[in-house]
């Protein structure tokens, strides 16, 4: 196993690029490097600069890296597969411009699946024909990453129509390895009710990127059990420093062990802008935990 540590601009609260809430992207920059990571991720287009030349120059005058973008979209919606497409180019461009690897490929969380969260036996399901139609877009999505040798991610995400188990290995079934590897998102797999160790394990071979991110218990539960709004449970700080919630990262170390895992893992806490004043701290303790108990 050997990993390389980066965070991400959500663990400041940047969840949408146009939020008056969010903290200057040069703030969020300065404070994922004095955290000690080596790398970020591009966050929702239009955070960071998208001017080739002012992205490369902020993140060298901070000895960061770019290790990947997100593909935040309404995956489910037939409708918009064109302007998903015209999204990814221009975030593919970006990214390989920069030297990044990956594109983490996401389902835009939307009802009613957002009160649905962490409720695998109940929530709405796509019928067959929209799943297909989905589909087609990720495959689309990913022969579009190709073409800007671009790592395609796909990553099971609460509060969207790819979030539990059987949803998971239904769209690894349907979408070929060539065009759409996994991203594991160790919080958002105990959010649904996976075992993130048990997913990583079958899906050694696709398994390109990670995401570390840990969840408190008793947030968790409250949650599912009133059918409490994703970005609500956000906001009630379901997601927590890694070491203070109840991912089992003993056993994810072991499991990235036996898989020999070689990568990016990248640092992830959501949380709400307009609460979060001590973002920093609690990166530079989740790197303190990485250090101490995933990569001693």
């Known amino acids: 196993m050997e990993l390389k540590i980066a965070n991400a601009p959500c663990s400041w609260g940047i969840e949408f690029a146009d939020n008056p809430a969010n903290p ?83 389902d835009h969380v939307s009802s009613p699946r957002t009160d649905e969260a962490g409720q695998a036996k109940t929530a709405t399901r796509l019928n067959d024909e929209q799943w297909d139609a989905m589909m087609e877009t990720l495959r689309g999505v990913g022969e579009i990453c190709a073409q800007y040798n671009v790592t395609p991610t796909l990553h099971a995400h609460a509060g969207t129509y790819i979030e539990y188990r059987d949803e998971l290995d239904r769209a690894m079934r349907d979408l070929p390895a060539e065009l759409m590897s996994l991203c594991v998102d160790t919080g958002h797999c105990v959010y649904a009710g996976m075992d993130p160790s048990d997913v990583l394990r079958t899906y050694k071979d696709r398994v390109k990127y990670l995401h570390f991110k840990d969840i408190n218990a008793d947030v968790l539960a409250a949650s599912v059990a009133t059918g409490t709004d994703f970005y609500t449970a956000i906001g009630n700080n379901i997601f927590c420093p890694l070491g203070q919630g109840c991912v089992d990262f003993s056993d994810v170390r072991q499991t990235l062990i036996d898989i020999d895992f070689k990568g990016w893992v990248t640092v992830e806490q959501d949380t709400d802008p307009t609460a979060k004043s001590d973002a920093k701290t609690d990166a530079e303790q989740s790197r303190a935990f990485i250090e101490k108990t995933v990569l001693h």
Do not use: M
Not at 28 to 51: C, F, K, N, Q, S
């Open 24 to 106: 200057l992207w040069q703030t969020v920059l300065d404070e994922i490097a004095g955290a000690g990571y080596g790398a970020t991720e591009l966050g929702p287009l239009g955070y960071l600069p998208t001017d080739p030349q002012a992205l490369r120059s902020a993140l060298t005058a901070r000895t960061l890296g770019l290790v990947a973008g997100t593909l935040f979209v309404h995956l489910h919606k037939a409708e918009e597969r064109e302007a998903i497409f015209e999204k990814t180019h221009t975030t593919c461009q970006i990214l390989n411009e920069q030297g990044a690897e990956f594109l983490v490929v996401i």
